[in-house]
C-alpha cells in the first residue's frame, strides 16, 4: 500500500493486479498532530466516546487495527472523522470489544454511559435506553425509541439484536433523535454496528475460549478473494456455559448460555467506483431464562406454601423453584444487499434487506413450584427494507444528502396463559376456604359460588386455559430525509436537514377467555339475582325508575351487602373484545415533517464546536397484549364494571359490550421528540474530550407498564432530560491510555396525569441514573523490537443510586407509594492478553470483578397481590481464551 500526502487531503492508494483503488478524505485544519495521538489512543483500544475505527477496509487493517491515521465514523452517513462530527456520539472499537470481552449488547452498556440495556423475562426480552427514553421490551406491538441499526439494516425489535457480536468494526451510539439520518424510529437514538467487509487479502482468525460456569466460546472468521474482484467472508460462533442459578426442586440449572451464529458475505468490487455487498447470517438462541427473585413475600405465599410450593426470598442466592423448566427460542435470519456507486462528486447507496425473527417462550409466570399458571408465547416477525440516498462531494460551499426509506413489517403472535393443577386451590385459600376441605378435595367457596351463579361444578379455574390469545400487526412506512450542509468560509458549517415519514399499522386482535368466573360481571349477577331473575339485560336495567336503579346500584356496589364482589379479585382474564370491530378499526395513521438546524465551527486545528435543534418521531404503538382495551372515548363501564349500569358510549351503543369490559387503550399515539444540544471536541497530542450539554423532551412518551397479569400502554403528557455527557482520552506516555466518560441527567415528568399509578406530573421518572461514569486505563508492554505485546486492560461502570421504578401498580398503589426499589451499579472488569508478533494471543478476563449484586428491575408478582418479583444481576464471570490471527 502506497501512501502521500497532498495538501489538506490525506490520501490512501492501494495497487493491484487489475486496478488501482484510491480513496480521499478531506481532513481541512485537521492536523497532523491530532491524528497521531488519535491514532496511538485508539490503537491501544479506547472505550465510548473517544475515537472509532475507520470505516473502510482501505484504511483500517484486516485486524481491524489501525494502519494509519485516518480515525473514521459513518454517524452521519458520511465518512468523518469523530472530532468533524457535529453530533453527540459514542464509539467502541471492534479492538476494545476484544479487549474487554464484550460479546453482545447486553454488555455495550459498560463502556458506554449513556446506553443503558436490560434483560428481562426471557432471554429475547430487552429494552435499550439512551439518555433515559426507551422503551419496548416485552411486546412486540411497540417499536423502540433507540433504534437498532446493524451494517444499516434496522433491527426492529430487540430479539433481532441479541446474538454475539461477530467481527466488528465498531459500534457508534448516537444520542438524541435522528429522523434525519435514518428512516425508522430513532426519537431517542441509534445504535449503529458496522462489521467489517470482506478482504482481498486472505486473512482470519480463531479464538476458544474457557469460564467459570463451563462457559465454552468458539468463534471465528475467514477472508479472502475468490477472484479479483470478488471476495468472500465467513463468521461464526458458539457459546455454551452452565445456568448461573439453579431450579433447586428440579436440579437444573436457569441463565445458561446456549446460542450460535453464523454469517457469509459476498464483496464485488468491480472498479474503484462501484461496488456491492451481500450478508446473509442466521443466529439461534435456545436458552433457560430469566432469573427471578421474591422480594416482598404478599399474602399468596401461605396458599403457595400450603399447597406444597416453594419460592426464594433471598433475592442473591440464584436459587428458583418451578415447577418445569422453562424454555426460550430465538430464531433469527436475514439478509441484505448493499450497493454503492461513484459517479464523479456524487455517491449512491442502496440497501435492500428482509429479515425473519421467530421468538417462542414457555414460561412458569407465577415463579414458585406450585402448579399455578404458565405462559406461552410464539411470535413471528417478518421484515422488508429498501433504503436509497445519494451524498455529494462538490469542492463548493454546498454538499448534501438525500434518502428515501421504505419499511413493511408484519407480525404474529400465538399466546395463552395455562392453568395449573394447583391454581383453584390456592385461589381457594385465599378466599377463605377451609383448608382442610380444600386439600382433601371436599367441596369448598368456589362450588358455592358456582351454585349461586348458575356454574357448572368444578369449572372455575379448572379450565386447561385462563386465556388464549391471537394479534396480529402490518405495519408500512415510508420516509423521505436528507441534510444540505452550507459552508460560508472555512471551517463553519451551517446544516439543515428534515425527515417527512408517513406510517400505517393494521392490526387485529382475538381472545378467548374460557374461565367461567371471569365471564360474569359481579355486580350485574346481583341485581339478577336481587330482582329474582327479571333483570338480565342492559335494557331491562334502564327501562326502571331511576330511583330503582339507583337503589338496586347502591346494594350491588356495596361489599356488605353483596357478597360476591370481593371475588372480582380472581377475575383475571375477562373477556375480550376483539378488534377490529364496529366502533374500532384496528388501525393507526400517522405522518409527521421533523427537521435539524446545526452550526458547527473549527475554532482551530484542535478544537471544533456545534449548536443545534433537532425534532424527531415515532409512530403509534399498538398494545399487543391481553390488557388492550377500548379508549374511553369508546366506552365506559359503568359502577364495578357493570354492563347494566354502563352509560352510553359507541361500544355499548352497538350491542359490543361484553362482561367486565373496562376502557384504557389499543395503543399510544407519536412520539415527538425536541432537543436542543451544544458541544465542544477538542484533540491535542495525548489529550482529547467531547463535551455535549442538552435539553431534550418528548412529548407523548409511549409508557409501557406491567400490571400483574399484562401491560398497560398510554402516552406520557411530556417527560424531559437536562444534561451532559463527557468523555476524555489521556495518553500520558507511550503505551499508557486513560479513558473517562460520564453522562449526567436530570429527567422529569412534565406531563403525566393519567398513569397506571396516578398523577406523576412533575415527578422524577424512575430508572434512570442521575450520573452514569464509564472510565478505564489500558496498558500495552512492548517487549524490546520482538513485535509481543501485553495489554492489560481494567475500566470501570457506574450508575447512581436510583429508584427502579416510580412504583408497582398493585404493590405501591396499596402503599400510597412510599416502599420504591433503588439500584446502585458498580461494576468493575479487567483483561490480560499476551500479543505475540505471529498473530497468537493468550489472555484472561473478570466481569464484575468484585461480584457486585443489585436488582436491574422489579414488577407485581403475577396474579399474587403485595408480592414483588425482580429480576437479579449476573454474578462475577472469568475466564482465559486463546486467539489466533492470520
Not at 219 to 247: C, E, Q, V
Not at 616 to 630: E, H, I, T
Request: some cysteine; proline content about 5%.
Amino acid at each position: 500500500m502506497q501512501k502521500a500526502q497532498m495538501g489538506s487531503s490525506i490520501v490512501h492508494v492501494e495497487e493491484d493486479d487489475k486496478f488501482m483503488k484510491f480513496t480521499a478524505f478531506n481532513r481541512g485544519a485537521f492536523s497532523r498532530a491530532a491524528l497521531y495521538a488519535g491514532v496511538a489512543a485508539v490503537g491501544l483500544g479506547l472505550p465510548a466516546g473517544a475515537m472509532a475505527q475507520d470505516a473502510d477496509d482501505e484504511v483500517a487493517g484486516d485486524d481491524g487495527s489501525f494502519d494509519d491515521g485516518i480515525i473514521v465514523v459513518t454517524a452521519s452517513k458520511r465518512e468523518t472523522t469523530l472530532q468533524e462530527t457535529p453530533i453527540s456520539v459514542s464509539v467502541t472499537s471492534g479492538e476494545t470489544l476484544e479487549n474487554a470481552q464484550i460479546r453482545d449488547v447486553l454488555d455495550l452498556q459498560t463502556v458506554t454511559p449513556s446506553l443503558r440495556v436490560s434483560q428481562l423475562q426471557t432471554s429475547s426480552a430487552s429494552t435499550f435506553i439512551i439518555r433515559g427514553f426507551g422503551n419496548g421490551d416485552n411486546n412486540f406491538g411497540i417499536e423502540p425509541s433507540v433504534g437498532v441499526f446493524i451494517d444499516g439494516v434496522f433491527r426492529s425489535r430487540s430479539a433481532a439484536a441479541l446474538s454475539d457480536l461477530p467481527n466488528v468494526q465498531r459500534i457508534e451510539v448516537l444520542n438524541g433523535p435522528q429522523s434525519t439520518l435514518f428512516g425508522k424510529n430513532a426519537s431517542a437514538g441509534v445504535i449503529s454496528v458496522v462489521t467489517r467487509e470482506p478482504q482481498f487479502e486472505f486473512g482470519g482468525s480463531v479464538e476458544a475460549g474457557y469460564g467459570n460456569f463451563n462457559d465454552m466460546l468458539i468463534k471465528g472468521d475467514i477472508t479472502g478473494p475468490l477472484t479479483d474482484t470478488i471476495a468472500f467472508s465467513l463468521d461464526g460462533s458458539y457459546n455454551k456455559r452452565d445456568g448461573y442459578a439453579t431450579i433447586v426442586n428440579l436440579n437444573e440449572e436457569q441463565n445458561n448460555r446456549n446460542r450460535w451464529a453464523a454469517r457469509a458475505q459476498l464483496l464485488f468490487e468491480p472498479s474503484n467506483n462501484f461496488k456491492i455487498r451481500a450478508i446473509g447470517d442466521y443466529s439461534k438462541i435456545d436458552e433457560v431464562c430469566c432469573q427471578v427473585t421474591t422480594l416482598v413475600s404478599g399474602p399468596v405465599t401461605g396458599a403457595i406454601n400450603a399447597v406444597g410450593g416453594q419460592l426464594d426470598t433471598n433475592r442473591f442466592s440464584y436459587d428458583a423453584f418451578l415447577n418445569f423448566v422453562p424454555t426460550n427460542e430465538v430464531d433469527n435470519y436475514g439478509g441484505s444487499i448493499q450497493a454503492d456507486l461513484d459517479v464523479g462528486a456524487l455517491s449512491f447507496t442502496s440497501i435492500t434487506s428482509y429479515r425473519e425473527l421467530k421468538n417462542f417462550f414457555l414460561s412458569d409466570i407465577d415463579y414458585t413450584s406450585a402448579d399455578i399458571a404458565t405462559e406461552t408465547r410464539d411470535q413471528a416477525v417478518k421484515t422488508f427494507t429498501q433504503e436509497f440516498r445519494v451524498t455529494s462531494d462538490f469542492d463548493g460551499p454546498i454538499n448534501f444528502l438525500l434518502g428515501g426509506y421504505y419499511f413493511d413489517e408484519s407480525i404474529t403472535q400465538d399466546s395463552a396463559i395455562q392453568n395449573g393443577s394447583q391454581i383453584r386451590d390456592v385461589f381457594e385459600l385465599l378466599a377463605g376456604g377451609n383448608p382442610v376441605d380444600i386439600l382433601t378435595g371436599q367441596p369448598s367457596v368456589f362450588n358455592g359460588v358456582e351454585a349461586a351463579l348458575g356454574l357448572g361444578q368444578e369449572t372455575i379455574f379448572r379450565t386447561p386455559l385462563l386465556s388464549q390469545e391471537t394479534f396480529a400487526m402490518d405495519n408500512t412506512s415510508y420516509s423521505i430525509f436528507g441534510t444540505v450542509d452550507f459552508e460560508p468560509f472555512d471551517g463553519f458549517v451551517l446544516t439543515g436537514g428534515f425527515n417527512y415519514t408517513d406510517d400505517k399499522k393494521d392490526f387485529a386482535l382475538s381472545q378467548l377467555s374460557p374461565d367461567p368466573l371471569g365471564q360474569v360481571n359481579l355486580v350485574d349477577a346481583f341485581i339478577t339475582l336481587a330482582s329474582g331473575g327479571t333483570i338480565t339485560t342492559r335494557d331491562q336495567f334502564q327501562a326502571l325508575p331511576a330511583a330503582n336503579q339507583a337503589a338496586l346500584l347502591a346494594a350491588a356496589t356495596n361489599p356488605n351487602v353483596n357478597t360476591l364482589l370481593p371475588l372480582q379479585g380472581f377475575q383475571f382474564q375477562p373477556p375480550f373484545l376483539t378488534i377490529p370491530n364496529a366502533v374500532e378499526d384496528g388501525r393507526t395513521r400517522d405522518d409527521k415533517f421533523t427537521y435539524l438546524l446545526r452550526a458547527s465551527y473549527s475554532v482551530s486545528p484542535e478544537v471544533n464546536v456545534y449548536a443545534s435543534y433537532a425534532t424527531g418521531f415515532k409512530a403509534s404503538s399498538v398494545n399487543l397484549s391481553r390488557d388492550s382495551r377500548p379508549s374511553s372515548a369508546d366506552f365506559v363501564a359503568g359502577p364495578g364494571g357493570s354492563s347494566f349500569a354502563a352509560p352510553s358510549s359507541p361500544i355499548t351503543d352497538a350491542g359490543l359490550a361484553v362482561p367486565n369490559l373496562s376502557s384504557g387503550s389499543r395503543f399510544a399515539g407519536p412520539e415527538e421528540a425536541t432537543v436542543y444540544e451544544i458541544g465542544v471536541k477538542g484533540q491535542w497530542e495525548g489529550f482529547g474530550f467531547n463535551l455535549a450539554l442538552f435539553d431534550q423532551t418528548i412529548e407523548g412518551f409511549q409508557s409501557l407498564a406491567f400490571t400483574g397479569t399484562g401491560f398497560a400502554l398510554q402516552n406520557a403528557g411530556q417527560q424531559s432530560v437536562k444534561g451532559l455527557e463527557f468523555d476524555a482520552t489521556i495518553v500520558p506516555t507511550d503505551g499508557l491510555v486513560f479513558t473517562f466518560a460520564t453522562t449526567v441527567l436530570d429527567p422529569l415528568f412534565d406531563d403525566f396525569p393519567g398513569s397506571v399509578l396516578g398523577d406523576l406530573s412533575g415527578v422524577q421518572p424512575a430508572g434512570i441514573p442521575e450520573i452514569a461514569i464509564s472510565t478505564s486505563a489500558t496498558y500495552t508492554h512492548e517487549f524490546g523490537l520482538s513485535g509481543n505485546q501485553l495489554v492489560t486492560r481494567i475500566d470501570y461502570n457506574h450508575e447512581s443510586n436510583t429508584p427502579i421504578n416510580n412504583g408497582l401498580p398493585t404493590f405501591n398503589a396499596a402503599l400510597g407509594n412510599t416502599e420504591i426499589f433503588n439500584r446502585e451499579v458498580n461494576l468493575v472488569n479487567g483483561s490480560m492478553t499476551f500479543k505475540m508478533e505471529n498473530g497468537f494471543e493468550v489472555g484472561a478476563y473478570v466481569r464484575n470483578l468484585l461480584n457486585d449484586q443489585f436488582i436491574t428491575t422489579v414488577f407485581d408478582s403475577v396474579a399474587q397481590a403485595g408480592s414483588v418479583s425482580g429480576y437479579p444481576s449476573p454474578p462475577r464471570r472469568y475466564g482465559g481464551f486463546v486467539r489466533f490471527k492470520f
